[in-house]
């Protein structure tokens, strides 16, 4: 494929289309150059999440992709021309595709359960979010729960940029709390009952009354509670109750 062919596109044939962006949407051949070998894209990626699904993202490497594929690491180079790459197509190959919703659901049922998908999907693999956010995403799945996201809210009626806000504002909502989740699953000691134990040895009673009669309460003991999900759908929640109230009074 040439250069040329390479920027061609539905949008414009006058953007070079960055490297990530030709393999993730299939745009390039990648491992065309030299002797022909035993590899695809989809099997370096394959390989790619196994290695950081049980060594952590900052594992991966082109020698230890080498490594894990039994090639050798200039091979790898030949479908990708840096880690960088590498993690950029990864990035979209790891969140995957949405998931179908039911038609019969409202505007605000859908846009939660897409919003609960997309932590699912990426808790799925928690080191996803170790990623570092350099450029908006581009990949085919992450433009494909873009897409669904904006079909939930299509029976609000709202213009089409105005939806794309609201479904970006509740995709940094969703990333924000995974981030949040993923440090203190990664940091925090994991012995039982440990936060409650430090907190009730540092605050003082008469500085933080509130607080120390909840924890006296013993809020964060609650057998049938999971934490981390209830404050999830909380927020989105009340995000969505913000929603609500904007779509009921848009135009009036």
């Known amino acids: 494929m040439t250069d040329s062919a390479a920027q061609d596109g539905p949008g414009s044939d006058a953007v070079a289309l960055p490297m990530a962006v030709q393999l993730a949407w299939g745009l390039d051949e990648p491992g065309t150059r030299g002797p022909r070998k035993g590899l695809s894209l989809d099997q370096l990626l394959d390989a790619a999440i196994e290695v950081a699904d049980a060594e952590g993202l900052a594992a991966l490497s082109m ?61 799925a693999h928690p080191w996803w979010v170790d990623i570092p956010l350099s450029a908006p995403p581009t990949g085919p799945n992450n433009m494909a729960w873009l897409e669904a996201g904006l079909q939930a809210l299509a029976p609000t009626g709202l213009p089409d940029p ?54 006296a309460a013993q809020m964060f003991e609650t057998d049938d509670i999971d934490w981390a999900d209830a404050d999830f759908s909380f927020g989105l929640d009340r995000l969505l109750d913000g929603f609500e109230s904007y779509v009921e009074s848009y135009g009036k």
């Open 162 to 215: 105005v939806k794309l806000q609201l479904v970006m504002n509740v995709s940094l909502y969703v990333l924000g709390r995974a981030r949040l989740m993923r440090g203190m699953l990664s940091e925090m000691p994991q012995e039982d009952n440990s936060y409650p134990a430090i907190l009730a040895r540092v605050l003082d009673p008469a500085r933080f009354p509130v607080l120390t009669k909840a924890l």
């Open 63 to 123: 020698s230890r992709l080498a490594k894990q594929l039994g090639f050798t690491t200039m091979s790898i180079y030949r479908y990708v021309d840096s880690k960088d790459t590498l993690v950029q197509v990864l990035s979209d190959r790891v969140i995957g595709p949405p998931p179908a919703f039911d038609e019969g659901l409202s505007w605000r049922d859908a846009l939660k359960a897409w919003a609960a998908a997309e932590f699912a999907a990426i808790f």
